[in-house]
């Protein structure tokens, strides 16, 4: 017990001959010659009070102590301080972190795959993409969704990556872990990235049911375990929100989402972020070629295409950083509800 807590242990025990208030400001004092003293432990018994309540303590710091170097004897190591944890370590700024998932989500057509496409290219080459810092890193496509054949196809049209690695056999969740080829996968490739398309076809029987967030466990258990970070390709409901249970957002460390602006505009928005929150990135996509370009749009402007597509004021101030929103709410109140027809 240090010298702070045992005054404040002392002054809740020992009798006073003045009044405080909660912020121990005298606001009265104790007349004890007074026959209508108040009833208080005499001096006497509060010091033995005092004493016992430090014993008890020093009992305590013996224990901890004691235990403390039988804990470090053992190499027991189940708690550490939370400044020891490190930074998360960002493959793609705000977007994939190793040993941790992503979930990337949106209708279909968006551009989900082809994005990633871009993605793999961008981090095979240690390049930014739409202003996202990308570190140089090895890609997997686990293509469950898609024939191979097919993702072949998209990466033809786009030109991008120059080398894409696909699994060769499929990955399926088998009722409490992966098949184990999908471990094998890891563990002969080596890769920095793992990205899943898509989460429907794993093979889990009911996404809305909470225990298919088993899945997710598991899925970052393997990620740590391979130093790797998992992006999860994943659909929309008929409200525009991730499906699934509600579950899947808390086992995620971000999730990011493309939506459709226009025929051949898109958006990529943060939804949950545990880190690197970035500035919504406006995407110019051609679907018959499947180009994407960065659509080089000002702050006011994305702001407005997210009006456009009837986004709620509360929710679009919320997808960009903190030092962004004194802006982008004098943006939306510049153009109010009623205003958009």
């Not at 001959?17 to 400001?25: C, Q, W």
């Not at 004092?29 to 108040?38: C, E, F, L, V, Y």
């Amino acid at each position: 017990m240090n010298l702070n807590e045992l005054e404040e242990k002392a002054f809740q025990i020992l009798p006073h001959t003045r009044i405080y208030n909660d912020d121990k400001e005298v606001i009265g004092s104790i007349d004890w010659s007074a026959t209508d003293k108040p009833e208080i432990p005499f001096y006497e018994e509060s010091m033995e009070q005092l004493d016992l309540y430090c014993e008890l303590e020093d009992e305590k710091a013996i224990i901890r102590l004691g235990r403390e170097l039988e804990r470090i004897d053992k190499g027991i190591n189940l708690a550490i301080d939370v400044t020891e944890f490190p930074e998360p370590d960002w493959i793609v700024e705000g977007f994939i972190v190793r040993n941790g998932l992503t979930l990337l989500y949106g209708d279909s057509g968006t551009g989900k795959t082809t994005l990633c496409l871009y993605l793999a290219d961008a981090m095979s080459k240690g390049k930014n993409l739409f202003g996202l810092r990308c570190e140089q890193s090895t890609v997997l496509f686990v293509e469950n969704d898609e024939s191979g054949e097919l993702l072949k196809s998209h990466r033809d049209k786009v030109g991008l990556p120059n080398r894409l690695l696909v699994a060769n056999t499929d990955v399926i969740w088998e009722g409490k872990k992966f098949n184990g080829e999908f471990d094998d996968l890891l563990y002969y490739y080596v890769p920095d990235v793992v990205i899943i398309d898509a989460y429907t076809s794993l093979g889990i029987p009911d996404i809305t049911r909470p225990d298919s967030a088993l899945v997710l466990d598991e899925l970052r258990r393997l990620a740590k375990a391979r130093s790797c970070g998992m992006v999860v390709i994943h659909h929309t409901n008929l409200r525009g929100e991730q499906m699934g249970s509600n579950l899947h957002r808390a086992k995620m460390d971000s999730m990011v989402c493309l939506s459709k602006l226009s025929e051949n505009r898109i958006m990529l928005t943060q939804e949950k972020i545990r880190g690197s929150k970035f500035q919504p990135k406006a995407i110019t996509f051609n679907q018959d070629t499947l180009e994407m370009k960065d659509a080089n749009m000002s702050l006011k402007e994305q702001v407005q295409e997210l009006q456009g597509i009837g986004l709620p004021d509360d929710e679009i101030a919320e997808k960009f950083p903190k030092s962004q929103r004194a802006t982008v709410k004098r943006y939306l109140r510049e153009h109010p509800k009623s205003a958009r027809i």
